[in-house]
Each structure stands twice: as C-alpha cells, then as structure tokens.
C-alpha cells in the first residue's frame, strides 16, 4: 500500500542527524516533520578500546547493533591506524538493514542479519549457524541492552565488549519540546527506548497523540511509561514506521 501521511504532524524525537532523514522521508510522503532531537550521540576514544581495536585480528566475528555503533567503530578504527585488510577477513553481524546500509557505506557487506531486527531474534539466530572456532567483539553503546552478553555468557561463547559511543540526553531541546506539546500535532516517533526515556524525562505535559515505536522493545518501555496508545510496524524500519502511520490514518478515515 502507498505511503500517505495526509499533512499529519509527525514529532521526530531521534538525534538530529538521522532525523534529518527521517524528516525528509515524511517530507515526501505528504506529513509535516516537527523535530526536536532528544538524544545525543558522541564516539567515544576509551583506553580500553585501544586495546581491544590493537589486537581485533583475533576476533572471528564483529557484532553491530546499530547504525551508531557502526559509524563510530569505523571513525575509532581510523583513528587507531587498524588495517582495513584485518577488518576484510572478519565475519560482520548486524542487526538490520538499516545498521547494514550503514556499514556498505565503509565498504563492507553483512554476514549475517536475523529476520527480525532486534537483539533478542539476533541472539537466538546466531546461535544456530556459530560454530564457536573464534571469539567474538560486540561493538556497543553506553545504553544498549544486555540480550547478547546474557546470551553468550550462558552458552560458553567467548566475548569482549567495546564501548564506542554515548548516547545522552540532549537537555537542549527540552524547551523546545515543551513548546512543541502545547501545540496541535498527530504522532510522537520513537525509534529506541532512550528516546521514550528522553521524552519522559523533559516533560510533564499531558500528551495526547498516539505514539509510535520503531519495534517492539522500544513498544515495552513507551507502555511502561505510560503511553497507551502505541502504534509498532511489522517492519522495524523508519520506512515501516511510515506506513504504519499511512495505515492508521486511512484506516481512521474509513
């Protein structure tokens, strides 16, 4: 079915580079972007790190979780003067398309993705093509999820973190949100729990629009803080939050 957002305003509360074209997407299918980048995100040049990019020949798989983690691993590997003939021989795992999209733009291709994209099916599926000949790097932030840790350390699979980015709130924009809530518009975006945690944090306004997550673990933490009218797409994508936005709509105009 078509995309049509029908001059619905859409709030855009990611950080403000990838709202720029999440904005642009909206643009083109007919809605209003309103953005206010709640979240902060910044590489992050760790003593650890170094020695973890100084001896990544020894890794068999590299893990992305998101398109962050990526763009940083490679500014980092930069930076550490890593051979990007090392990097060619290792397998790269991600955790969707988006996060691939990311990563061909440095040149290199996935591996493996899993069917859904968040770290629960990306645990589970991996488990059952690794054959455990090598250890493995998952390359984090300091706000993701302890799925695969949890996972590996259960099943005896030898790990190392690294921590290339930070995500903080962009307190900023935390008058602009409240101006923003006291106007008329149609849909709260959020694409990652800190996001919703983002929202919460910088605003007691009463919000009446319905909301809608990019997937269904950043569904659970809008619902545990109180949203309730939450829209999830089938697709965890920002293209498949857009045509859950399109069905809504036509729906609600039957």
């Not at 206010?36 to 001896?55: G, Q």
């Not at 996972?151 to 008058?175: K, L, P, R």
């Amino acid at each position: 079915m078509a995309i049509s957002l029908r001059d619905k305003k859409i709030l855009i509360t990611r950080e403000e580079k990838q709202a720029k074209t999440f904005s642009d997407k909206v643009l083109t299918y007919g809605g209003l972007p309103i953005v206010v980048p709640l979240l902060k995100i910044s590489c992050k040049d760790r003593e650890e790190n170094k020695r973890i990019f100084s001896n990544v020949n020894r890794y068999e798989w590299i893990f992305f979780t998101s398109s962050n983690g990526v763009s940083c691993f490679f500014q980092l590997a930069k930076q550490y003067h890593v051979n990007n003939a090392i990097l060619k021989n290792k397998r790269l795992a991600v955790v969707g398309h988006k996060t691939e999209n990311t990563l061909k733009t440095f040149g290199y291709a996935a591996d493996f993705t899993p069917t859904v994209y968040n770290a629960d099916t990306m645990a589970n599926e991996f488990l059952s093509i690794y054959t455990g000949s090598g250890p493995i790097l998952l390359v984090r932030g300091n706000r993701s999820r302890d799925v695969l840790p949890t996972v590996f350390a259960a099943h005896g699979i030898t790990y190392d973190s690294a921590q290339v980015y930070e995500m903080s709130y962009n307190y900023q924009m935390a008058d602009r949100l409240n101006t923003t809530l006291t106007n008329t518009f149609d849909f709260i975006t959020f694409t990652s729990p800190s996001t919703v945690e983002a929202f919460v944090e910088m605003t007691s306004i009463p919000h009446e629009a319905t909301c809608v997550c990019i997937g269904t673990t950043t569904q659970r933490r809008a619902s545990e803080l109180g949203f309730t009218s939450i829209l999830t797409p089938e697709e965890f994508t920002i293209d498949g939050m857009l045509q859950c936005i399109s069905n809504y709509i036509a729906q609600e105009e039957l």
